[in-house]
Structures are given as C-alpha cells and as structure tokens.
C-alpha cells in the first residue's frame, strides 16, 4: 500500500514572496504518477500540477514547479510570487500507474496561508 | 470550474437513515470516483465506477454502494448512516484516455445526527 505524508500541516508566506510546500511517499511501485491539489475555502479540489514518475524532467506550470527526487521519494512543491488567492489547503496525491483502477492516495494536507 | 457537478451541497440526516447524492460529470468523462473527506484530513477513495461497472473500491463497508449510468453521471449511496459517516463526499471524474488525471466536484457536505 501506498501512503503519502505532509509532514508541515500550517504555513504562512508573504505576499510576493515565495514557499515551498513537503511531501515524500512510500511506495514499492516504479510506475505511477504524483499530483498537488489546492483546495481553497470554496472547497472545489483544484489541479495544480502533475509529475509522471518516469520523467526525470521537474513539472512547471506557470508560478508552481516541483522538485520530484525519487530515490529520496519526495515530492516538493514551490509557489513563486504568491498571491492572495493561493490561501488553500495543499494536498499531495499518488497514483499508481497501470493498475485495474486509478485511485489517488492522498496526504493530510497542508494549510497555506498568504499574507498582504 | 472544472465542470463537474454534485447535488447537493449540503445535508443533514440522522443516524441509522439512508442517503443518496449526485454526480454529473465532466463532459466527455466516462469514469467516475468517489472519495469522502473527514474534517482536517485528506480524501479518501470509496470506489470508482467505469461504464456502469465498479472498477476497484477502498477499504469502505457495503453499505456504501454506487450508480453510474448510461450518461455517466453517478450516484453514492450510503445506508443505516453512522455519525462518522459525517465528511465532505467528492466525486471525480476523468476521461478514459488520461484516466490519471481526475476533476473533482465541489462536494457534498454530509452531518449525521
């Protein structure tokens, strides 16, 4: 089985200024693919971005970048310039690529506060 | 918005009820998961659902049981309701050819009495 852990469950950033948000996993899987949501108070669980585990290139997606280091499972995500509207709850997600269904395993979250 | 719908959004029932909520899903998406989301944790998976057949379920007990149909939208159903059965339930769908990645609906937040 798979689990993932955040292990940072509050932080706060400036406005502008930029964070970098923890997740490693366990897993004995070679394939699959990791995920962060963002969920913000409105509750809609949001894509941020996506890394395919067999890609050592890092995922970009505008302001968000990971770092993916898989021998050390872990799984980073920076926020660069941000923005009031990034106040959200993280979340981290695995899914193992291949199987008979595709479910996300999810970490606890991590509760992201920007301040003005 | 992701396109993905879920009716409705609030509801409260009392323990040893029944419930049923919705799940429209994103046009074009044929494959359907639900996950329930306690306060202060992460969604879990209750089960997925792939042209009208499950396609793979978490460690949830039978009485939560599932509906999709032929447009692909979805039912959840959970029977003799349970106080811990109290979370925010989100479904998600994905299309079958990226099937990894999932949108998700805004939730239905479920309080059992």
């Known amino acids: 089985a798979q689990t993932v852990t955040q292990s940072q469950p509050e932080m706060s950033v400036q406005e502008a200024e930029t964070v970098t948000l923890s997740c490693t996993y366990d897993?004995?899987?070679?394939?699959?693919?990791l995920f962060w949501y963002k969920q913000p108070p409105s509750r809609q669980m949001i894509l941020v971005i996506r890394?395919?585990?067999?890609?050592?290139q890092n995922a970009t997606e505008n302001r968000f970048s990971v770092n993916f280091q898989k021998a050390a499972k872990s799984f980073s995500l920076k926020i660069s310039d941000s923005q009031l509207g990034d106040t959200a709850m993280y979340f981290c997600?695995?899914?193992?690529?291949?199987?008979?269904?595709?479910?996300?395993?999810f970490g606890k979250g991590t509760l992201l506060t920007v301040n003005p | 918005e992701t396109g993905v719908t879920q009716s409705p959004t609030h509801l409260i029932k009392t323990r040893g009820q029944q419930v049923t909520l919705r799940c429209s899903s994103q046009?074009?998406?044929?494959?359907v998961s639900w996950y329930q989301q306690a306060l202060g944790q992460g969604p879990q998976f209750i089960f997925q659902?792939?042209?009208?057949?499950?396609?793979g379920r978490g460690n949830f007990p039978p009485r939560f049981s599932g509906l999709q149909f032929p447009n692909y939208s979805s039912e959840l159903n959970v029977n003799a309701l349970e106080l811990d059965d109290s979370a925010l339930y989100l479904c998600?769908?994905?299309?079958?050819?990226?099937?990894?990645?999932?949108?998700f609906g805004p939730g239905t937040r479920l309080l059992v009495l």
């Open positions: 997600a695995f899914l193992r690529r291949g199987g008979s269904n595709y479910k996300l395993t």
């Open positions: 890394q395919e585990a067999y890609k050592q």
């Open positions: 046009s074009g998406h044929n494959t």
């Open positions: 897993t004995s899987e070679n394939n699959y693919y």
């Open positions: 659902y792939y042209r009208e057949e499950e396609n």
């Open positions: 998600a769908s994905s299309f079958r050819a990226e099937k990894e990645t999932q949108y």
